[in-house]
């Protein structure tokens, strides 16, 4: 096991790496030295390379790269967060019913015949209620249990996806349905500047307050009566972390629709390089996030013509991956 | 000094059916107390409501005249230590043991912090003072259960307390871990940390000394020193079983042994 700091330095090194890729790769490939060029005329260091190059870079790919890398990087660490405060290796950032809530919000909007930019903020509303909402079941219970919280999640999930059936019931064929189908494989092919924008800010304060609290996630791990005799505000930490997950969670999906495995398999992956401590499998796994998800969409956009859903590459690629990881891994899931 | 005092405490789920009632007992700085009784009788709820962790239903709890839950989480563990039982739900962490002890620091890290140099330094030297270094580095969930509770026990110190209260510290170990847990609190004890803990084994109560409080099965608690409170009669009462306390000359200390016919 070698320390963080190294694994945080190799695989950065591999995001740059893909970065220089991912900017190159595409339906008109570049060549590195235009990227390089360009990359060098944004810190005002060089010329700028042709119009058209940069125009692909700057308008088509970077916000798209920006977003692969900042959606995966949230769903990494929002899924470690969430199988640690859950004391469950096996939940995803969307056990508490964030995905399908803004998947409804979304079907919601496309019903209403709504623009993208419309489309993302009712999806980010959808989600954001649905925790709410098991949160709120979780409170009617009157316990603070994880588990009932867990339920709750269930329960609320499974409400949404009727809604969701409904939705799709009531969907237009042609044009609707598709749209709600294609929103829910997940696509980061809409993002441009002006959809990155408005959830830019929270998608990075949430993102960098969980990272800073990466240290307390490990005393999370413990019980409830050895949490509250160590001096944590256990309601108050374990809120924050739901709070800070679901908005981070929110934000992301709202920009790409519904990316499945990456808050599942990503964290396993970091903490099979780094060890069980959440404080270092946490940034180790907003890099691998990041890498994992800019390759993933690189691939959606450059291997055909038209567009593949990420989820079903995620799917197809995190699946193997995951039966490896639990073979690798098989003693420590318990 | 530091001094926990709990005043004619009660708790029950249901109303008439009272788990203890009218309990009042003290733990101070550099004194040793030991809670005994038969299983069920609500000892770690006691101590749940001890720690901070369960409100009681009736009486007042006080550490250094402050209503423990006036004071705030933080404040609470600088001060007083829980090292709960050795158990699934407890020990299945498989941090290793040096970011497990680690955890001790929690009561002085702001909440978006990590443990500074000096508090891995501090870590280090602890590990090392309980013969734990070997250890450091390996995962809790694969210790031993002995092993397990000293570190456990070692996270407690790193909060730097002044009082220290352990659930059943020695009953899922061997005779040898027995005594070298039994050994470390009474240094413990010697080095000036209050020591308050639970166990169903009258002999711990006599091997420690100090003070005693015996539950006993129909509700009754009595607190004394060990020598007028752990006596033969009392003892049998509280476990309805014959009991006898006796002197071994050798040792020059008490125990006690189950005195009934046990061919049937």
């Known amino acids: ?334 | 000094m530091t001094i926990l005092h709990a005043e004619k405490l009660g708790f029950h789920y249901q109303p008439e059916q009272a788990i203890f009632k009218g309990l009042t007992l003290t733990l101070a700085s550099g004194e040793i107390h030991t809670i005994l009784g038969p299983n069920g009788v609500g000892k770690s709820t006691l101590l749940k409501c001890l720690v901070g962790v369960q409100p009681p239903n009736e009486g007042q709890i006080t550490l250094d005249d402050q209503h423990l839950n006036q004071l705030s989480p933080r404040q609470r563990a600088r001060k007083l230590a829980f090292v709960p039982q050795v158990n699934a739900s407890s020990t299945n962490v498989s941090l290793t043991v040096f970011d497990y002890v680690l955890l001790g620091r929690t009561p002085y890290q702001g909440l978006l912090a990590t443990p500074t140099l000096q508090d891995r330094h501090q870590c280090e030297q602890l590990l090392a003072q309980l013969s734990l270094t070997a250890f450091s580095q390996r995962s809790f969930a694969a210790l031993s259960g002995g092993q397990q509770q000293l570190v456990m026990i070692a996270r407690a110190l790193l909060q730097e307390p002044d009082l220290i209260i352990l659930d059943e510290p020695t009953s899922a170990l061997d005779l040898g871990n027995q005594v070298r847990v039994l050994k470390l609190i009474n240094q413990l004890q010697q080095q000036g940390y209050g020591i308050l803990l639970t166990t169903h084994d009258p002999n711990l109560a006599l091997m420690l000394g100090g003070a005693v409080s015996l539950f006993t099965t129909v509700g009754g608690f009595e607190t004394g020193p060990v020598q007028t409170t752990l006596t033969s009669e009392k003892l049998s009462q509280a476990y309805q079983t014959p009991i006898c306390v006796t002197t071994v000359a050798e040792q020059q200390r008490q125990i006690c042994f189950i005195a009934s016919d046990f061919s049937v």
Not at chain 1, 2 to 10: P, T
Request: hydrophobic share 55%; with cysteine.
């Open chain 1, 1 to 334: 096991m070698k320390s963080l700091r190294k694994q945080l330095f190799f695989s950065s090194l591999l995001l740059i790496i893909t970065f220089l890729l991912a900017l190159s790769a595409g339906r008109i490939v570049l060549p590195l030295h235009t990227v390089l060029q360009f990359l060098g005329h944004l810190l005002h260091l060089s010329a700028a390379p042709s119009a058209l190059a940069t125009n692909v870079l700057f308008n088509l790919r970077l916000p798209r790269i920006i977003a692969a890398m900042l959606i995966g990087a949230g769903l990494a660490i929002s899924g470690t967060a969430f199988q640690a405060l859950f004391h469950n290796p096996l939940v995803s950032p969307d056990l508490l019913g964030v995905s399908n809530g803004a998947a409804v919000g979304a079907a919601g909007a496309i019903l209403l015949g709504a623009t993208s930019l419309k489309i993302q903020g009712f999806a980010l509303l959808g989600g954001l209620l649905a925790v709410l909402g098991a949160v709120l079941i979780q409170r009617l219970l009157h316990t603070k249990a994880n588990l009932t919280l867990v339920l709750a999640g269930i329960i609320m999930s499974g409400f949404m996806q009727a809604v969701l059936g409904l939705f799709k019931y009531m969907a237009d064929p042609d044009e609707q349905l598709p749209t709600i189908t294609y929103w829910q494989l997940g696509s980061l092919e809409k993002v441009t500047w002006d959809s990155l924008i408005p959830v830019l800010p929270a998608l990075i304060i949430s993102g960098a307050l969980l990272i800073a609290f990466r240290w307390r996630l490990n005393v999370l791990l413990l019980d409830d009566t050895e949490i509250r005799t160590l001096g944590s505000h256990y309601q108050l930490d374990r809120a924050l972390v739901i709070l800070l997950a679901t908005i981070l969670t929110a934000c992301s999906v709202c920009l790409s629709g519904t990316i499945g495995w990456i808050g599942l398999v990503i964290p396993h992956a970091a903490r099979l390089l780094i060890g069980q401590n959440e404080a270092k499998v946490l940034p180790l796994a907003a890099v691998l996030g990041a890498i994992f998800l800019l390759l993933i969409d690189t691939l959606a956009r450059s291997l055909s013509t038209g567009e593949i859903p990420l989820s079903i590459l995620t799917g197809f690629i995190g699946t193997p991956l995951f039966v490896w990881l639990i073979f690798k891994k098989r003693v420590n899931i318990t």
